[in-house]
């Protein structure tokens, strides 16, 4: 429905107030308007040198939009700038990821370089070896390292972090023949690295987790042929993503692809289950208040049960399964020796046996 506004008519009598007639569409007011106020003289200082009339009032255009307004308008906008830039961010590592994960997902060499890297950390950390794994990097590449290598103790997997320029300085005696090289640089050419890479012994296997997904393309890899490629490539320069070269989205990639090894690693590594092994090493914090109290996941639970039972079993031995030390009068020496060679490390000495070797031991203090 189309209103019609009425014409304008003069008011009757004489008025101070002033009204503003704005274009646009006419809507009735929701209440009736207030009345006119009384007649007041005329000022004859009047800005227009007139006198006797109401003075007139003239709105400029921006003033109707008060400044309040305008900087809530600005605040906002500013909010979803801010908003607008962190969902970039997150989408953007999103996106590196999903493609990392098609890249492992599909291709033959990160596949093939991925199942060596696994069965190298394996090999370093079997019984006959105990060796570790020695993980090196250095600025953003080092706190990925040194992420790495806690998650690999914590899940009891052995492994140490070496500044590459304190091991040029005397720190390498810390890598062990069974050993297992782990290097992280996203450039492929860190100077550190290739500084160090001549003074690490080539028979030890060398992993590289590095943002090259080729062999040829990393200089590394080309001064030591037989290193594992562990690729974690981003999908876009990060300088063309965020307008500058800060290790965002390449850190977050190896971070990933370093928990994948590790996971891996450790599942493989502890048949009878890795989380049992956490709980072990996890104690403290949230997550050892958790298995504490009996909140943690029902499989922590059930491994605690069947662990306290295993421990409660293990030290219960039957009286006619442990040896007797032979011979009346026993020596010391004789009860470890048959200590030792006993399964469960129990013995019994008989009480004459126990006699004579007090006896034997008082003449022996007696003489001169």
């Given at each position: 429905?189309?209103?019609?506004?009425?014409?304008?008519?003069?008011?009757?009598?004489?008025?101070?107030?002033?009204?503003?007639?704005?274009?646009?569409?006419?809507?009735?007011?929701?209440?009736?308007?207030?009345?006119?106020?009384?007649?007041?003289?005329?000022?004859?200082?009047?800005?227009?040198?007139?006198?006797?009339?109401?003075?007139?009032?003239?709105?400029?255009?921006?003033?109707?939009?008060?400044?309040?307004?305008?900087?809530?308008?600005?605040?906002?906008?500013?909010?979803?700038?801010?908003?607008s830039s962190a969902v970039h961010v997150l989408a953007t590592e999103a996106a590196?990821?999903?493609?990392?994960?098609?890249?492992?997902?599909?291709?033959?060499?990160?596949?093939?370089?991925f199942t060596r890297a696994v069965e190298a950390v394996l090999r370093c950390q079997?019984?006959?070896?105990?060796?570790?794994?020695?993980?090196?990097?250095?600025?953003?590449?080092?706190?990925?390292?040194?992420?790495?290598?806690?998650?690999?103790?914590?899940?009891?997997?052995?492994?140490?972090?070496?500044?590459?320029?304190?091991?040029?300085?005397?720190?390498?005696?810390?890598?062990?023949?069974?050993?297992?090289?782990?290097?992280?640089?996203?450039?492929?050419?860190?100077?550190?690295?290739?500084?160090?890479?001549?003074?690490?012994?080539?028979?030890?296997?060398?992993?590289?987790?590095?943002?090259?997904?080729?062999?040829?393309?990393?200089?590394?890899?080309?001064?030591?042929?037989?290193?594992?490629?562990?690729?974690?490539?981003?999908?876009?320069?990060?300088?063309?993503?965020?307008?500058?070269?800060?290790?965002?989205?390449?850190?977050?990639v190896a971070l990933a692809v370093a928990d994948a090894l590790a996971l891996v690693?450790?599942?493989?590594?502890?048949?009878?289950?890795?989380?049992?092994?956490?709980?072990?090493?996890?104690?403290?914090?949230?997550?050892?208040?958790?298995?504490?109290?009996?909140?943690?996941?029902?499989?922590?639970?059930?491994?605690?049960?069947?662990?306290?039972?295993?421990?409660?079993?293990?030290?219960?031995?039957?009286?006619?399964?442990?040896?007797?030390?032979?011979?009346?009068?026993?020596?010391?020496?004789?009860?470890?020796?048959?200590?030792?060679?006993?399964?469960?490390?129990?013995?019994?000495?008989?009480?004459?046996?126990?006699?004579?070797?007090?006896?034997?031991?008082?003449?022996?203090?007696?003489?001169?």
């Amino acid at each position: 429905m189309v209103q019609h506004c009425p014409p304008l008519r003069p008011p009757a009598v004489q008025s101070s107030d002033v009204y503003v007639r704005r274009p646009g569409p006419c809507f009735s007011p929701a209440s009736p308007p207030s009345p006119p106020s009384p007649i007041t003289p005329a000022d004859d200082d009047d800005d227009d040198g007139g006198g006797g009339g109401g003075s007139a009032m003239i709105l400029k255009p921006h003033a109707l939009l008060s400044q309040p307004s305008l900087s809530a308008c600005d605040k906002k906008l500013a909010l979803e700038s801010r908003l607008s830039s962190a969902v970039h961010v997150l989408a953007t590592e999103a996106a590196a990821l999903q493609a990392v994960t098609e890249l492992y997902a599909t291709d033959r060499l990160a596949r093939d370089g991925f199942t060596r890297a696994v069965e190298a950390v394996l090999r370093c950390q079997s019984p006959h070896r105990r060796g570790k794994v020695v993980v090196l990097g250095v600025g953003k590449s080092g706190h990925i390292a040194r992420k790495l290598v806690a998650t690999l103790n914590s899940v009891s997997v052995r492994a140490v972090f070496l500044h590459p320029t304190e091991a040029l300085h005397g720190d390498l005696g810390l890598v062990s023949p069974h050993d297992t090289l782990l290097l992280v640089t996203f450039s492929g050419r860190t100077p550190e690295l290739l500084a160090l890479l001549p003074h690490l012994d080539p028979a030890l296997p060398l992993i590289l987790l590095t943002g090259h997904d080729r062999p040829d393309t990393c200089d590394l890899l080309r001064r030591r042929p037989g290193a594992i490629l562990l690729p974690a490539p981003i999908h876009e320069d990060e300088t063309r993503s965020f307008g500058v070269a800060a290790p965002t989205t390449s850190t977050t990639v190896a971070l990933a692809v370093a928990d994948a090894l590790a996971l891996v690693v450790a599942a493989e590594l502890h048949e009878g289950g890795v989380e049992s092994v956490f709980k072990r090493n996890h104690p403290g914090g949230a997550i050892g208040a958790a298995f504490l109290s009996g909140t943690g996941h029902a499989a922590a639970a059930t491994t605690t049960t069947a662990s306290a039972k295993r421990d409660l079993r293990s030290v219960m031995v039957r009286l006619e399964e442990v040896p007797r030390v032979d011979g009346k009068a026993p020596t010391g020496l004789d009860v470890l020796r048959a200590a030792y060679a006993s399964p469960k490390g129990w013995v019994r000495v008989s009480p004459l046996a126990t006699a004579a070797s007090d006896a034997a031991s008082d003449a022996a203090g007696g003489e001169p």
